[in-house]
């Protein structure tokens, strides 16, 4: 993430007074805030909170009763692009052009955490319309190709047989904040090493592990 900034955060208070009179007031206290914005921050992101993290679809939730409900073309999707370049955290978001990220600030006068989001609305036409070569449109083919953890395990065997496995690990390209699955929970990429292997953990970040890029591959593909 970017470094952290002061800056200045609107706060609007309730009072109550004597005889239970209440009003309420408008101020500017002092803030720090820290800024989320390339896709290296954006990939942090998604391995301490969910590949989900950086986008949305714009559609009223399904009922309970309706079940799991597929992305559809033609749906209006929140996302974070995220960015090559970091700009400066301490001018306001309005005031860039084609700005998305999340900003995270804390005011200590009333000691509240408030967290803003930056995004932009795609219409979803289907993969296609994403360029390969983009950080963003990576991340955003995996989780729409991405398959329920628990049905990947269960088809590990099967896919290992599948004569376009071996095809699809020479082509597959490892980066931070990848999830697989792995020893009964679901994992994440850490970091990348010059030697062949992989530093994961677990979500949590309580469990980590050095292991091969291969296996890695291996891991990633039956969970996609």
Do not use: W
């Amino acid at each position: 993430p970017g470094p952290v900034n002061n800056v200045s955060s609107r706060l609007i208070l309730h009072r109550v007074g004597a005889g239970l009179e209440s009003k309420t007031i408008a101020k500017v206290a002092p803030a720090e805030q820290i800024r989320f914005e390339t896709h290296d921050d954006i990939s942090l992101l998604v391995s301490l909170f969910g590949e989900a993290c950086f986008c949305g679809v714009c559609k009223r939730r399904p009922k309970v009763s309706e079940g799991t409900r597929s992305l559809e073309a033609n749906q209006v999707i929140s996302i974070i692009l995220g960015c090559s370049e970091r700009s400066n955290s301490q001018v306001a978001r309005r005031t860039l052009q084609n700005s998305t990220g999340i900003d995270f600030r804390f005011c200590r006068e009333d000691n509240s955490f408030s967290i803003t989001v930056h995004y932009k609305r795609l219409v979803y036409e289907g993969l296609g319309n994403f360029e390969a070569a983009e950080e963003r449109s990576k991340r955003f083919k995996n989780l729409v190709n991405r398959k329920d953890p628990m049905q990947a395990a269960g088809n590990e065997e099967a896919s290992r047989k599948d004569p376009t496995q071996e095809d699809d690990k020479n082509t597959l390209i490892l980066e931070k904040g990848i999830q697989f699955f792995y020893k009964e929970e679901v994992y994440c990429i850490n970091l990348l090493t010059s030697d062949g292997n992989c530093f994961i953990s677990n979500l949590s970040g309580m469990k980590t592990e050095k292991i091969s890029t291969s296996i890695v591959k291996e891991l990633v593909l039956d969970y996609l």
